[in-house]
C-alpha cells in the first residue's frame, strides 16, 4: 500500500495537476493507495503507526517541501521506502536523485546564529539567498522568476567580507558574494553550481563567488548553468569538505532548500543522518508492485 503525500499549495497551487496525473497512473496499474494533503497530517510517523498496511511513500513536492519534510519528521523512525516525486517550482535536488536514481542521502544540519534547520539539497549565504527571498515573495512565478528576481537581487547586494572554514583550513574573502554549500548538483532552478556534487557522500562541495566586478555578476550567474563557472578560478573557488563554518561582517539572508532565514551572519554546516530516498519511476513502480502481488 502506498501512502500519496502531496502539497496543494506548491507550485502556486498548479501542482493539483501533477498529483492528479500519479493518482490516474496508480489507479490504471491497480496499485493502493491512500491520498493526502500535507495539511491534514498533522504527524506522519502517528499516521504511518495508525495505518500499518503502508509499504510505501510517495513524497510529491519540490525542494520546500521536501525540506520541509526532513525538517518536520522523524526519518529515522520510517521504516516505509519514501519515493519523491517532482511537483513544484523548484525541483532542484531530484534533478541530482534522477541521476543515481536511489541512494543513502546525507541529510545537512545548518546552525546559524538565528536558527537551526536540516536541508538536503543545499544551503547558501549571500546574494544566493536574496534571489531566493524575492521568489518566495513573488505571487506570480513563472519560468521568468528567477530571472527576474535574481538581477533585482543582484542589483541591491553589497559585497560582504567573508570567512569560510572548511574542515579547519580558513580562507579569507574582501568582496564575496555567496558561499553555496551543496549536496545536490543544482540551485536555483537548475543552476548547476557544483557539478561534482553527491548526496550520497560524505563530503559537500563548496562555492565561493568573490572579487566579481559588479558589471559581470550577471554573466557570471548565466555560466552556472552550464557549470562553466568553476573554470574562472579568479572569481570562483569551489572546495570539497564535511564541517563548514562561513562568518560574514555584515548580516544577509540565508538559504537551506530554497527556505530563508534574514539577518544571518554565521552558519555552520555539518552532516547528519542519511536516509535513503528513491526517484519517482513510474515503470520502476509497476515493476516492484507486481512483484508483491
Do not use: W
Request: glycine share 8%.
Amino acid at each position: 500500500m502506498f501512502l500519496i503525500i502531496h502539497n496543494p499549495l506548491s507550485n502556486n497551487r498548479k501542482s493539483k495537476h501533477t498529483t492528479h496525473r500519479i493518482v490516474r497512473f496508480f489507479q490504471r496499474n491497480n496499485v493502493p493507495f491512500y491520498l493526502r494533503s500535507t495539511l491534514k497530517i498533522e504527524n506522519l510517523n502517528d499516521f504511518l503507526k495508525a495505518n500499518p498496511t503502508i509499504t510505501d511513500i510517495l513524497h510529491c513536492g519540490g525542494d520546500g517541501s521536501i525540506n520541509y519534510l526532513i525538517n518536520s519528521v522523524d526519518l529515522k523512525t520510517i521504516p516505509q521506502n519514501i519515493y519523491l516525486a517532482q511537483s513544484g517550482s523548484g525541483n532542484d535536488f531530484l534533478r541530482t536523485l534522477k541521476q543515481i536514481e536511489k541512494g543513502s542521502i546525507s541529510i545537512g544540519n545548518a546552525a546559524t546564529d538565528v536558527k537551526t534547520v536540516k536541508f538536503i539539497n543545499g544551503c547558501g549565504l549571500g546574494v544566493d539567498a536574496s534571489v531566493c527571498y524575492y521568489v518566495n515573495k513573488d505571487t506570480k512565478k513563472n519560468k521568468m522568476s528567477y530571472f527576474i528576481n535574481a538581477f533585482r537581487a543582484m542589483s541591491i547586494f553589497k559585497p560582504v567580507n567573508m570567512k569560510v572554514t572548511i574542515d579547519g583550513i580558513v580562507h579569507k574573502y574582501d568582496k564575496a558574494y555567496f558561499c553555496a554549500v551543496q549536496n545536490g548538483k543544482y540551485f536555483g532552478g537548475g543552476m548547476k553550481v557544483t557539478p561534482k556534487a553527491d548526496p550520497t557522500s560524505d563530503n559537500y562541495q563548496i562555492c565561493v563567488a568573490h572579487g566579481v566586478p559588479k558589471g559581470l555578476l550577471s554573466l557570471l550567474f548565466m555560466t552556472i548553468y552550464s557549470g562553466l563557472h568553476t573554470k574562472i578560478k579568479k572569481y570562483v573557488d569551489i572546495f570539497s569538505g564535511k564541517d563548514i563554518k562561513v562568518a560574514v561582517t555584515d548580516k544577509c539572508y540565508f538559504q537551506a532548500d530554497g527556505e530563508v532565514l534574514a539577518d544571518v551572519s554565521e552558519m555552520h554546516i555539518t552532516k547528519g543522518e542519511s536516509r535513503e530516498f528513491t526517484a519517482f519511476n513510474r515503470q520502476t513502480v509497476k515493476t516492484i508492485f507486481s512483484n508483491k502481488i
